[in-house]
């Protein structure tokens, strides 16, 4: 047995967010990060599960290449909203 003291609960994943819209889909990136892909797979951005007090919200994200940062687009109550503002920015 291990004497190592377990500091943070585990990371635990989501289920991955349905869509209405047949447009786009979702690939898991990380435990709450999911990529963006259109009908022929090009990646409009990232949809970021976020912790509110208020429950959960969607952060819709664009990766920028140069600096290899996400960039804000905003957050949403719906997975919905968030794919919508990617695929319309």
Known sequence: MSDALITSPPEVPYATPRLSSPREHLVRAAAHLW???DARGR???HLRLVHHPLGVRYRAERLHLATATF???GDFWKADDAVAALRNG
């Open 35 to 37: 990529r963006v892909q």
């Open 43 to 45: 990646v409009l951005g």
């Open 71 to 73: 960039r804000l687009v």
